[in-house]
């Protein structure tokens, strides 16, 4: 019987080539048609070391972890047993290995799973062979699995070339014959992996944070001050090039501080600008989010977050940055808050910010996370496009001076740019008064604090306050990495006879509470699930009566993601 | 040294003067001190911009907090009044999204050197063509009277009983040592001579800084015998940033004029687009 989609792991010390595996498994498969989904675990070596790319490939789309994986390729056992607690099998699980790597380890023996041998080193390399190219047993391993799940050579093929491409005909076609080789070994293992036919659509291989890039750059982002910071480097890496050839820049900071003032700065005088960090440098930047709020300046400031406090866990995921994202600043400080709802949605999350805090002037928080992030996942090419929203600069026929803060009227005033005649305005930190010079009164702090607070209760984000599916009187509630294993719980839930709503949130804040009621009318019974310890978006929505009080709270902290096995297992 | 002169600002220098001091005056009043130091920067200022050309709309200053950085709601340009100590990065900011514009970023020696230290190095390291100016009065005015990194060591005050103890920093030499590309010293007693170096500030390409003695009379009266202590330079040096180095250290910090200008090379301009959407789109095909 054919599959409907097959989950594999690559694993290996460094320089083994485990991501590399990995990537070209999945690309394989997306050029096949096929959907997926990649992510990855590294050990603590600061380059270099162990890794194990964890990859599920599939006829439908494919947004969560999977509860178990089908097989685990070990490209050798160095240190390899760490990531087990990470890397669910059972007896049903095949152990693939070349028994030149010697046993397989305790920790990964211990699932039962069939141990199946695979020699992966060829016989006709030379050392100087393989020192110059690569020990391609990663491309051996590759082109294995892809061809026991049934992908055809040519797109196998075709997938080491765009991976090693740019190194040169060589390596890519001594890459190629490994593959090739690996996928000519499959038969004779007996195995049976395949997948039944793909939809064969047009299909994009994007990670969570090239779509927050992408979005980016599709709302008119053209200026970017950051400092680098795991697990948002990649995303800003990815994106400096494209910036740049789009006319646009990106400056390093000397840290946090100056990366959102750099952002502000650029942001004030009428490009669109970003900042992009994760939790130590969002602490950081609370300062001057106070200020983008206070002086009414728009800014993206993207937040995908990692396990924390402190420093945390660098590499792993974890949503506990919502209370920081929702809340962080001193004084009244209300500012938009959007968590994209899967990878694919990075992308038009992002887009929606620009506009929204091209539109509101206030600060927008996009709070993706490192399971979102880093994961690569082929999709259908994103075409979900915001509608463009668009700064108001005019100030034409204001009085003399400008009124850049005036309190009377639409709570969102005209911000001329800098160099407009007659319209000269200082963005002010301090409560100023409708001209924005500093005033200390109380009738016009209260005045100010109104106004802003007015933008953010006046902002309507229509449709895209999230989204419903599936019916029934439970429902979760979800955000950002949480939403895929929330939607496939619920989808076996259904299969299982058991109709369940998820609720995902993409509008964190302020809490579409219209929206939010109309989407639990019916609903007897509400489960928030969340990846922090503290349920800080269940307080959150509590604060906001936006659920009733006996709503229940899954919270757990990172960084194991959730699984719908554990949702079906708490919501049935 | 490959580092080649910028001359983005000599491009861009007016042709005409038509503005007067008076166009630069925002007309708020100033909540300084009566006799504050400070008054006498904005006079130069505004001097200096009327004689420069350009409109207020074509100026923007930038400022931290503290005292002197109250400056830029005093004039009538546009303006950008942030928090303490990052003046300098947002100024950069506007300046890199927005060359047209001419930026200048004034602020005190709290918020310059102090908390906003930092970005000092690393503006002067990336010179990017704007002005900085510093009121320094060796304290911290705004929080009524606390040594900054300025201040002389015996300096008492109630922080710090008996003095700080410590050698006050040279913002001049740090300057030079991290890449401005011009470093001057003005004294707010002599708004004129100070309008002419910020008009040669201007001028000048890349990251220009001029440090200015600006008394604090209310928590450092003393410094009323600044006007008896400051003199012109007898020294300016071009391109040798040692030679300029050996200047500035050796100065008792009462020299007043242009002490350094260099030829750095200013952070580089933004690229022509080169792209479109589409094509960063069609990298996404597996
Ligand atoms: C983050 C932060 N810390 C502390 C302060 C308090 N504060 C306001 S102004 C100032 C010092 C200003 O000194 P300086 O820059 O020399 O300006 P002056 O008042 O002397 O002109 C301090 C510490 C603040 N506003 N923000
Ligand atoms: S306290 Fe000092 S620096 Fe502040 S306004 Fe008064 S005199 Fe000027
Ligand atoms: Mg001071």
């Known amino acids: ?572 | 040294m490959t580092d080649t002169i910028t001359t983005a600002s000599a491009a861009t220098e007016p042709q005409h003067c038509v503005y007067d001091a008076k166009d630069f005056a925002s007309g708020a009043h100033p909540v300084w001190c009566p006799g504050c130091g400070d008054f006498g920067v904005l006079a130069g200022l505004e001097r200096a911009l009327a004689k420069y050309g350009r409109g207020p709309h074509e100026v923007v200053l930038v400022s931290g907090i503290g005292c002197s950085s109250r400056l830029p709601g005093y004039m009538s340009t546009y303006g950008f009044h942030g928090v303490h100590g990052r003046a300098l990065a947002a100024g950069t900011g506007l300046k890199l999204a927005r060359p047209d514009l001419e930026v200048i970023v004034v602020g005190g020696d709290g918020d310059g050197y102090s908390i906003g230290g930092n970005h000092f190095i690393h503006t002067c390291r990336r010179n990017p063509d704007m002005l900085y100016v510093v009121m320094d009065n060796r304290v911290y005015g705004m929080t009524k009277g606390q040594p900054s990194p300025t201040t002389e060591p015996d300096w008492d005050s109630d922080i710090a009983p008996g003095g700080i103890g410590l050698r006050p920093f040279n913002p001049l030499a740090v300057a030079i040592a991290a890449g401005a590309n011009y470093v001057a010293r003005g004294f707010s007693g002599d708004p004129n001579g100070l309008a002419e170096l910020i008009v040669d500030g201007l001028k000048w390409p890349g990251f220009a800084f001029i440090e200015v003695l600006s008394p604090c009379i209310t928590f450092r009266p003393e410094q009323r015998d600044w006007k008896k202590m400051v003199r012109p330079s007898t020294l300016s040096v071009e391109q040798d940033r040692a030679a300029a180095t050996a200047l500035v250290l050796a100065d008792d910090g009462f020299s007043l004029g242009v002490l350094y200008r260099g030829d750095r090379a200013s952070i580089a301009p933004a690229l022509p687009t080169e792209t479109t959407m589409g094509d960063v789109e069609r990298e996404f095909a597996p």
């Open chain 1, 1 to 572: 019987m054919s599959r409907r989609s097959i989950a594999v792991v690559f694993a290996g010390s460094g320089g083994s080539g485990a991501m590399t595996a990995g990537a070209v498994f999945l690309r394989a498969a997306a050029r096949a048609g096929y959907f997926g989904m990649m992510t990855q675990l590294f050990g603590a070596q600061v380059r270099g070391g162990e890794s194990a790319s964890l990859v599920q490939i599939g006829v439908d789309p494919i947004e969560a972890q999977p509860d178990r994986f089908d097989a685990f390729v070990a490209l050798d056992w160095d240190k390899v047993e760490q990531f087990a607690a990470e890397i669910p099998l059972d007896d049903t699980s095949l152990i693939i290995a070349d028994p030149a790597s010697g046993p397989v380890p305790p920790g990964i023996a211990k699932a039962k799973g069939r141990v199946v041998s695979l020699a992966m080193t060829g016989a006709g390399e030379s050392k100087l062979d393989r020192a110059l190219l690569g020990k391609r047993v990663n491309m051996f391993a590759a082109g294995c699995l892809a061809a026991l799940c049934g992908l055809p050579e040519q797109h196998i093929a075709g997938a080491v070339e765009a991976a090693f491409g740019s190194k040169g005909q060589d390596v890519a076609a001594a890459n190629t014959a490994r593959a090739l080789a690996g996928a000519q070994a499959a038969p004779a293992l007996a195995l049976d992996l395949k997948l039944a036919p793909p939809r064969h659509n047009e299909r994009w291989l994007i990670s969570g944070n090239q779509a927050v890039a992408l979005g980016a750059l599709r709302g008119g982002v053209r200026f970017v001050g950051c400092y680098p910071i795991t697990p948002a480097t990649d995303l800003v890496e990815w994106l400096a090039p494209h910036l740049i050839k789009l006319g646009g820049r990106l400056v390093l900071g000397e840290d946090e501080l100056a990366s959102i003032n750099l952002a502000l700065g650029a942001s004030y005088g009428g490009v669109p600008a970003m900042t992009v960090t994760s939790g130590p440098g969002f602490s950081l930047m609370v300062e001057s989010l106070g200020l983008a709020i206070a002086a009414e300046i728009p800014l993206v400031l993207v937040d995908v977050m990692r396990a924390g406090p402190s420093t945390g866990i660098a590499s792993k995921t974890e949503q506990s940055d919502v209370n920081l994202a929702i809340y962080g600043a001193h004084g009244d400080a209300p500012r938009v808050v959007l968590a994209p709802l899967s990878v694919a949605d990075c992308a038009a999350t992002t887009e929606y910010a620009v506009y929204v805090t091209e539109s509101l002037q206030v600060p927008v928080i996009v709070l993706s996370d490192q399971m979102l992030g880093q994961a690569t996942a082929v999709v259908d090419p994103v075409s979900d496009r915001p509608a463009p929203l668009k700064r108001k600069i005019n100030g034409a026929g204001a009085s003399q001076p400008f009124k850049r803060y005036a309190t009377s009227g639409d709570a969102i005033t005209p911000m001329p740019l800098p160099g407009t005649p007659d319209h000269e305005w200082v963005a002010e930190g301090l409560t100023h008064n409708e001209a924005g010079l500093p005033a200390s009164g109380a009738a016009m702090h209260a005045a100010q604090i109104h106004k802003r607070a007015r933008k953010i209760r006046e902002f309507d984000a229509g449709e895209r306050w999230g989204e419903v599916t599936g019916e029934g009187d439970t429902a979760i509630l979800a955000f950002g990495s949480t939403v895929g294993p929330a939607r496939e719980a619920a989808r076996r839930l259904a299969e299982a006879g058991r109709q369940v709503r998820v609720i995902a949130l993409r509008l964190l804040a302020p809490l579409p509470v219209k929206q939010l009621a109309q989407a639990l009318t019916g609903v007897r019974r509400i489960v928030v699930i969340e990846q922090n310890d503290t349920g800080q978006l269940y307080r959150h929505l509590l604060g906001n009566k936006a659920v009733p009080v006996d709503a229940e709270s899954v919270a757990r902290p990172g960084p194991l993601p959730f699984r719908p096995s554990e949702i079906v297992n708490y919501v049935a």
